[in-house]
């Protein structure tokens, strides 16, 4: 304490002799040499936080790169999600149990009792009356990887949340945001179990191979796109310093644009998991056309029409296409659209690569189509099209507006740094 106040003292006592040297002095390049320490000193003042202050850019830097690891966690789930539905492994586990059943079946009985239960339900009696024991823990295994994986996910972001909140890292706007990302972690699971749980039921009515509902997997699929893309847009908002842009009309209309294609590219990656549901990609095995037709004839066989949409294989199919080639024009018109714009280079190379991955991801598409889908390329295909929407909100990040607040702490640094005795100089920024 005693030392803090001598220190303080012979500061001020130091600044005022200064001041009073200045004002005395006769040398005009003396006094100048004052006013542009003076200057340099409120600039610093200015513009440097505080070191103590929590949180701060390092505090940042720390979060953003934890809700990226997270956004790769999610990245990683809805892949081994798509895996598992395409080796038809999804309900082999009969059972929901948070705790329980995170340990495996050990022992030849308890393997014996959970391959008993499977048996009990529609896709062994009507796809599966034939599997062995060994087959059976295949698709077990495939299934507890999956939800065992969610498990993981769910305490990458709840753990280091609780860290982060006590360490005061979170900002009052982000700690509203990293509630809802941990809600939607538990909403997630929950719409994990009411999607198997719609291929467990018993349907005497129908002879069908027992799947889940296109409808609930939809959602599975889409809450974990708005998870992933969430995540995302918040991890790389924190680390990527934003571009101080001019806000001119080409680039409002090359923001909205962006946003557009985001959008498309989002419904066209939810319409596959339409596809996925209703195994949509093994009707018609041909491109362009749909078989010997460029509008099949059994587009609108269900009554009512909109039933078509949701339900008939074909329709499904036939719009995933549409959306894709719409969602490939949209793409290279946005790319053509800022080559005549001067834009930094991080944004030019976020443009660029997002238009060499639209490309890539229609070629997989085919390809998966006409090899009439097999796991490993349709699993590229699904993973593709996440590779796809992490680019777009890529580009909506580089091109995102200056906050507010950056810009009134720029025109305050401008105020302090013009003074009445040098009104004629040029502005630093």
């Known amino acids: 304490m005693l030392l803090s106040s001598l220190r303080t003292t012979i500061f001020c006592g130091c600044r005022s002799a200064s001041k009073g040297f200045t004002?005395?002095?006769?040398?005009?390049?003396?006094?100048?040499?004052?006013?542009?320490?003076?200057?340099?000193?409120?600039?610093?003042?200015?513009?440097?936080?505080?070191?103590?202050?929590?949180?701060?850019?390092?505090?940042?830097?720390?979060?953003?790169?934890?809700?990226?690891?997270?956004?790769?966690?999610?990245?990683?789930?809805?892949?081994?999600?798509?895996?598992?539905?395409?080796?038809?492994?999804?309900?082999s586990m009969v059972d929901w149990h948070l705790v329980r059943e995170m340990k495996p079946p050990q022992s030849q009985t308890e393997w014996e009792a959970e391959f008993s239960k499977y048996q009990q339900f529609p896709e062994f009696k009507i796809m599966n009356h034939e599997m062995t024991l060994p087959e059976f823990k295949f698709i077990f295994y495939m299934e507890w990887g999956h939800r065992m994986w969610g498990r993981l996910v769910g305490l990458a972001y709840i753990v280091p949340t609780i860290y982060f909140w006590r360490k005061g890292y979170f900002t009052r706007s982000i700690k509203g945001k990293v509630l809802g990302l941990c809600g939607f972690v538990f909403f997630q699971g929950l719409l994990g179990w009411y999607m198997v749980k719609s291929g467990l039921e018993e349907k005497p009515e129908s002879y069908d191979i027992p799947r889940v509902s296109q409808y609930r997997l939809s959602a599975h699929l889409g809450s974990a796109l708005l998870l992933y893309c969430a995540s995302l847009?918040?991890?790389?908002?924190?680390?990527?310093?934003?571009?101080?842009?001019?806000?001119?009309?080409?680039?409002?209309?090359?923001?909205?644009?962006?946003?557009?294609?985001?959008?498309?590219?989002?419904?066209?990656?939810?319409?596959?998991?339409f596809v996925a549901g209703l195994d949509a990609g093994?009707?018609?095995?041909?491109?362009?056309?749909?078989?010997?037709?460029?509008?099949?004839?059994?587009?609108?066989?269900?009554?009512?029409?909109?039933?078509?949409?949701?339900?008939?294989?074909?329709?499904?199919?036939?719009?995933?296409?549409?959306?894709?080639?719409?969602?490939?024009?949209?793409?290279?018109?946005?790319?053509?659209?800022?080559r005549r714009m001067l834009l930094p280079r991080r944004a030019k190379v976020a443009l660029s690569l997002l238009a060499a991955m639209a490309y890539g991801q229609v070629a997989l598409g085919i390809s998966t189509l006409l090899l009439y889908v097999p796991t490993s390329l349709a699993a590229t295909h699904q993973t593709g099209s996440v590779a796809l929407l992490s680019l777009a909100i890529w580009v909506l990040a580089e091109l995102r507006k200056c906050p507010s607040k950056c810009l009134l702490l720029h025109g305050r640094i401008q105020s302090l740094l013009v003074t009445p005795q040098d009104s004629n100089s040029q502005q630093l920024f």
């Not at 924190?238 to 590219?265: C, I, N, S, Y």
């Not at 056309?289 to 199919?317: C, H, Y």
């Open 23 to 91: 004002h005395s002095s006769r040398s005009p390049q003396l006094r100048q040499w004052f006013v542009k320490r003076g200057r340099s000193t409120m600039t610093a003042e200015a513009v440097t936080p505080s070191a103590t202050s929590v949180p701060n850019a390092a505090t940042n830097r720390i979060v953003g790169r934890w809700l990226l690891g997270c956004s790769g966690l999610v990245v990683g789930a809805i892949v081994l999600g798509g895996v598992t539905r395409l080796t038809e492994s999804g309900l």
């Open 233 to 273: 847009w918040m991890g790389l908002t924190l680390l990527l310093p934003t571009h101080k842009l001019a806000e001119t009309r080409r680039l409002m209309q090359l923001r909205r644009f962006a946003k557009g294609t985001a959008g498309l590219v989002f419904v066209t990656a939810l319409s596959g998991a």
């Open 282 to 338: 093994l009707v018609y095995n041909s491109f362009p056309k749909m078989g010997e037709r460029w509008i099949p004839d059994d587009l609108l066989a269900f009554s009512p029409t909109l039933k078509n949409v949701f339900e008939n294989p074909t329709t499904v199919q036939f719009d995933h296409r549409i959306m894709g080639i719409s969602s490939l024009a949209a793409i290279t018109g946005l790319y053509l659209f800022s």
